[in-house]
């Protein structure tokens, strides 16, 4: 069979539930909530998919958005993860919302900003809400998963007619699979280690569309933007990319964070999680980072070399530093207080993802958050459980659906199919059964002929509450965010500026800065990757000269807790000679002191 | 008035000619009417100077246009400030398509100062056009592969490097704005030329017997370190420049400041890692530019990126912790290293990372690691062929092939003295170029430092030859590009045989062969899955192909590795080894008239009909 067609507009507010968002319906929402909040919010399109399709960005802030410090919020890089852009879309009409009603959040708005991204990925999304529907975690990017010269030939196929992809189980000698004795439903890797065989393979639902012996594992194409970042990117997996930052919203979203350097923060709602455990920390060379950041070797022009043979040398570190800890500590407070989600996310492999590449590469304290998980039954597994889809070469690289996101290859254990029964008791109890195709044989004549069932998790079900559920978790999700986003803002501001000699045209001139804000001025890995820029001390003279001081400094070590960084100058000029003292950083105005030498 | 307009007008010609007017023009008009030498060029190009952006880019234009039928230009994109860069086709379209034939893909002058490869790669395309016609080895390599040529990679960096002060190191960037110096300033304090001579200097101050340099008492262009106790005349304060931005620093935030050949996939590192890397792998535009061309032709298979310098024939790995190269492809690459060292005179084949320096996102390693194909840099120019003879100087190359080592490990070259490279270049400035290379230390006035000396070499020596020796580089590399590309794989059909089974039942058996030095794939790119294996098929509309598959026994017709569905339809992930064959056998039912063909990314597609 060719691919189903994709009938996308047609299915605005059906197929995902009575509150779930299509591409359109999200632009919708965006449009008239930037509509209606004028004053607080724009809209601008950031960058366009491979298809041509915008992606979206609605600043939130009163006036003008520049020396305003930020949190950027991304949704749907993942485009089975549709809770994500929820909540990333209630983020920007419930915050509007309450700017409205409550002076607090007006005022964060009036000294701060929001930048929001609800659907980085609009491609992958629009396979929700397709005939038949079906999680694409990937953009649409033409790819031959198989590697027979042939691209996107062999797609799933809605071979039962029931308008979703789900799976399909056959008895097969050299299958890695068994079913269940205690619940048919589920099908579990044979445990080799109990001398147990397999019976059954299982991949996703459809046809061997190019007659090669495997089933549906070339299909629509597909990089997963969720690893297509530079920190750990991994090469050679077809869901990869070419490169890091191969993709045109990879791109869309790196150039977009580059170009903000008022961003402090960065919140992603997708698989991973670090808020409903603060994650583990390490001592890492910037926790004793001196005052100012050396200088990047052999800049343009410079002497001699310049930086021939470059490079700091080193390797990233792999846990958040130390001094970074209590922030990402307080992240978890705030979270257990405002969404209380219980349970575990199970552990996703991180390569490439944007959470990870945004902390360990340019910086910014960055808080992945899953918003929602089934019930696991245990604490250690709450996401889907296997959920192999294409069949290929290698089971490490199937295209469609969610990867089989565990950090082992060990055949299914007790407590994965312990979660599996739980997540079906949840089925049967809260959704009536609804989330769940009954294992029932194929009618296709192809597929009878191996004697293949259809049946499984419908499309998205583990990755996204009843849609009827999602005010509710939402709601609490805008309310972590506006918690979080004000612990992430420095405030440097000039703690005194004074003459304490001056008089016959020379002067004795002392000044110091503090944080007045709640983090530091640059994380411990900002500093670290030198990316964000220090606080900017300067002195002029107009109409005089600094006999003594040096006319500017760099401070990237200033934390809330710390006293005050003091210089002084001696300065020399003509009584009247303006003395200014400028005070310059990413995250708020300028401060500035002037005077005059008597 | 008429009069005015007319020399004006005039002039605005001579000037518009003075951008492409090249001795050709001189000659043809000396010798009008008569018959040109047999031994002139259709393009006249005098290899005895360097070239700026604007005169490289006419040159190859000339090229193009005095050869139509071999070669094409096309702009590939644009530079940060709007620069095209110019990329040659080089084929003949009369023996193939071109995206069916083996490419080589040459550039140069990725960092600004390093300018040599570019004049490289317009030689290359002179050299292969100019003897298309006469030389049947340059013939046959045009005809059968082809060669895509980008002078350079950093067009920005080396007009800057023509036209503003600079140095033989300065500056390797490319001309996006970036702050260097952390201060939210962008390129604020560059290198200034104090003196206006239009050179970059080192400055030194005279604070007599409070300095710790001192004049050599045997060549006053030279200064020496003294060691404390002992103090010298002079303090040495740097490169030529003044505290532009006030901020106590001079030189600090230069034009650029980032290094284009470190933003490439392949073990791409953040800027704190590897400094120059940029924001993300490929986010400069020069870069996008050329992996969106290269991407878009996967059939390129070679790769060489001209720098300068020091006489190196250089591979990958970049890191030591990247894994050291499948033997196979090493093979290939100690081929075109030795054979590169003969071509090459004081040139030695080398590995980056042990032989070198370590580099994280650097071009070639992208060529070979990130995309399977045999990608060199030769680092043009070593100052041992100032005085034709770096032995008497530096001893021996030890180790590697010469020392009996296996081929894999190339020689390594002793460091040179401390100061024998300057005192060298000194003797050769005073004895050979006539004092030209030098500027005497002479005194101007510093606005923070007061009376300062300023003194130096020029831009153009150092990192380049000297004009009387740039024509032999040129061709040793070019050369050397031309024996890179003799290796790309070329496929022919060995044999083609019927037998026949009764019942209807024939055996098809094919072997393909391929003639070269390179595999259709490399042993990496079949490792790693990279690109699309080659493809063996057959086909016929009298018959059904029952079985088939790749024989693993080259006398035993019927040993073979059966496909399990398509039999008419073999992948061949590992290619054609290199001088190899690769054998398939069908069993296929019908009669009538039989295509069998073999396709790859990297070599032109064969096939043969049969009779059943």
């Given amino acids: 069979m060719p691919a189903p067609l994709l009938s996308i507009a047609l299915f605005a507010l059906q197929s995902g539930g009575a509150n779930y968002h299509n591409p359109a319906a999200v632009e919708q929402t965006l449009r008239d909530a930037v509509a209606k909040h004028g004053n607080r919010a724009k809209i601008d399109s950031i960058g366009k998919t491979l298809a041509g399709d915008s992606i979206w960005c609605v600043t939130l802030t009163e006036g003008d958005e520049r020396q305003k410090s930020a949190v950027l919020v991304l949704g749907g890089a993942n485009g089975a993860h549709q809770v994500g852009v929820e909540a990333a879309l209630a983020n920007v009409t419930q915050i509007l919302e309450r700017a409205d009603a409550d002076p607090a959040v007006a005022q964060l708005l009036k000294e701060h900003c929001f930048y929001m991204i609800p659907l980085l990925n609009p491609e992958g999304a629009k396979f929700m809400f397709a005939n038949p529907k079906m999680e694409h975690p990937a953009n649409a990017r033409p790819v031959d998963d198989d590697r027979d010269r042939r691209t996107d030939e062999d797609p799933p196929d809605d071979a039962n007619g029931d308008g979703w992809i789900t799976m399909m189980r056959f008895p097969d000698p050299k299958g890695e699979y068994v079913i269940d004795a205690k619940d048919p439903r589920i099908v579990r890797k044979a445990d080799s280690a109990k001398g147990e065989r397999g019976t059954h393979k299982l991949v996703a639902e459809g046809v061997d569309d190019d007659h090669d012996g495997k089933w549906n594992e070339d299909g629509v194409g597909g990089v997963r933007i969720d690893r297509n970042f530079p920190y750990q990117w991994k090469e050679f997996d077809r869901a990869t990319g070419s490169s890091a930052v191969s993709e045109p919203e990879s791109r869309a979203l790196a150039d977009f964070l580059l170009n903000h350097t008022n961003i402090a923060a960065v919140v992603v709602y997708g698989l991973h999680d670090n808020v409903r455990k603060a994650p583990k920390t390490e001592a890492g060379p910037a ?14 022009g410079r002497g001699g070399r310049g930086g021939r043979a470059g490079g700091g040398g080193g390797a990233a570190p792999t846990s958040i530093l130390k001094d970074d800890g209590s922030l990402y500590e307080r992240a978890a407070k705030i979270y257990k207080e405002k969404v209380g989600a219980e349970g575990d996310v199970e552990d996703v492999p991180s390569d490439g993802a944007i959470h990870q590449w945004a902390y360990f590469h340019r910086g910014l304290p960055a808080f992945a958050v899953r918003v929602w998980t089934p019930p696991s039954g245990t604490r250690a597994a709450s996401g889907p459980a296997s959920k192999p889809s294409g069949e290929g070469e290698s089971q490490s690289r199937p295209t ?5 996101e565990t950090t082992t290859d060990k055949p299914e254990d007790e407590d994965r199919s312990k979660s599996e029964r739980a997540r079906l008791e949840w089925n049967d109890k809260t959704l009536n059964g609804d989330g769940f195709v009954q294992w029932k044989a194929a009618e296709n004549p192809e597929l009878k002929a191996i004697g293949a069932e259809i049946g499984g998790w419908k499309p998205g079900v583990l990755f996204n509450p009843p849609a009827g559920d999602l005010a509710e978790i939402t709601k609490k999700h805008t309310d972590f965010l506006l918690a979080i986003a004000p612990e992430c803002y420095p405030k440097v501001v000039i703690a005194s500026a004074k003459f304490t000699e001056n008089k016959n ?9 503090r944080n007045d804000g709640k983090a530091p001025a640059l994380s411990a890995m900002a500093r670290r990757a030198g990316t964000t820029r220090p606080v900017r001390v300067r002195l002029t003279v107009d109409g005089g000269q600094i006999v003594a001081g040096r006319p500017q400094y760099l401070v990237s070590n200033l934390d809330p807790q710390d006293a005050p960084v003091e210089w002084t100058w001696v300065v020399q000029g003509k009584p009247g000679s303006k003395v200014k003292l400028e005070v310059n950083y990413p995250f708020g105005p300028d401060s500035v002191f002037t005077g005059e030498i008597q | 008035m008429n009069k005015f307009y007319i020399s004006a007008v005039f002039a605005l010609l001579a000037s518009c000619a003075g951008a492409v007017r090249t001795p050709s023009i001189v000659v043809a008009a000396q010798t009008q009417g008569r018959a040109p030498s047999a031994n002139a060029h259709k393009v006249e190009i005098a290899w005895n100077r360097f070239y700026d952006y604007e005169e490289l880019s006419e040159l190859l234009k000339k090229v193009a246009v005095a050869h139509p039928d071999l070669c094409s230009i096309q702009s590939i994109g644009k530079t940060y400030e709007g620069r095209d860069m110019w990329v040659m086709t080089i084929q003949n379209p009369a023996t193939g398509k071109e995206q069916e034939k083996p490419a080589t893909w040459v550039d140069g002058n990725v960092h600004g100062n390093e300018v040599q490869g570019g004049e490289a790669c317009v030689y290359l395309a002179w050299y292969l056009t100019e003897n298309y016609n006469n030389n049947p080895s340059v013939k046959e390599t045009v005809d059968r592969t082809v060669f895509y040529i980008l002078p350079s990679q950093n067009p920005d960096g080396r007009d800057y490097w023509f036209h503003a002060p600079n140095t033989p190191s300065s500056s390797r960037s490319g001309k996006r704005p970036t702050d260097n110096d952390h201060d939210g300033f962008f390129d604020e304090d560059g290198p200034d030329d104090i003196d206006g001579d239009g050179e970059l200097l080192t400055m030194r101050k005279y604070v007599p017997g409070k300095g710790d340099y001192r004049v050599d008492p045997d060549d006053a262009r030279r200064m020496i370190r003294v060691a404390p106790p002992k103090t ?12 532009n931005d006030g901020d106590g620093d001079i030189n600090e935030d230069g034009p650029g400041g980032y290094d284009l050949n470190r933003n490439w996939p392949s073990d791409w590192q953040p800027n704190y890692i590897q400094f ?3 924001d993300y792998p490929l986010s400069y535009e020069e870069p996008r530019n050329i992996a969106n061309f290269v991407l878009g032709h996967p059939n390129i298979h070679a790769f060489q990126s001209f720098h300068n310098n020091g006489g190196m024939i250089l591979r990958g790995p970049g890191a030591a912790y990247v894994p050291e190269y499948p033997r196979a492809d090493i093979s290939v690459f100690d081929d075109l290293g030795l054979n590169g060292e003969k071509m090459l005179p004081f040139y030695r084949y080398m590995i980056i990372h042990r032989d070198l320096y370590t580099v994280h996102g650097g071009f070639v390693n992208w060529g070979y690691e990130g995309l399977g194909a045999y990608a060199i840099t030769n680092e043009m120019w070593s100052d041992d062929q100032l005085y034709q003879n770096n032995e008497a100087r530096r001893g021996p190359a030890f180790g590697g092939a010469a020392a009996g080592a296996p081929p894999s490990t190339p020689p390594r070259r002793a460091p040179a003295a401390d100061d024998s490279t300057t005192q060298d270049d000194l003797t050769f400035d005073e004895l050979v170029m006539a004092g030209g290379t030098f500027v005497n230390w ?16 020029r831009k153009m020596t150092g990192r380049v030859p000297p004009g009387f020796m740039i024509e032999e580089m040129l061709h040793r590399n070019a050369i050397f590009v031309l024996y890179q590309a003799e290796q790309l794989p070329e496929v022919v059909v060995e044999e083609t045989s019927v037998e026949k089974l009764g019942d209807g ?19 990496i790119a079949a490792n790693k899955e990279m690109g699309e294996p080659d493809l063996l098929t057959i086909s016929g509309s009298g018959v059904e192909v029952v079985a088939g598959g790749i024989g693993t026994d080259r006398f035993k017709k019927t040993e073979v590795r059966l496909a399990e569905h398509e039999p008419g339809r073999l992948l061949l992930n590992d290619g054609i080894p290199s001088f190899g064959r690769v ?23 064969v096939a043969a009909d049969v009779q059943l």
């Fill in chain 2, 232 to 243: 010298g005349d002079y303090v040495m304060l740097g490169q030529e420049g003044i505290d």
């Fill in chain 2, 505 to 523: 039942l024939h055996a098809v058996n094919f072997t393909v062969k391929n003639k070269h030095r390179m595999p259709t794939r490399s042993a």
């Fill in chain 2, 442 to 457: 002479h005194k101007v006035n510093h606005p923070q430092y007061g009376e300062i000396e300023l003194g130096g070499f």
């Fill in chain 2, 276 to 278: 120059g890397a940029g």
């Fill in chain 1, 505 to 513: 045209g020379l002067a004795t001139f002392k000044a110091s800065i």
């Fill in chain 2, 583 to 605: 054998t398939a056998r069908w069993i296929v039912r019908g009669s009538g008239k039989v295509h069998i063909q073999f396709t790859a990314e990297k070599a032109a597609t």
């Fill in chain 1, 287 to 300: 926790d004793d980072a001196t005052d100012t950041p050396a200088p990047a070797a052999g800049g343009g």
């Fill in chain 1, 400 to 404: 469609r659906g969610p990867r089989r």
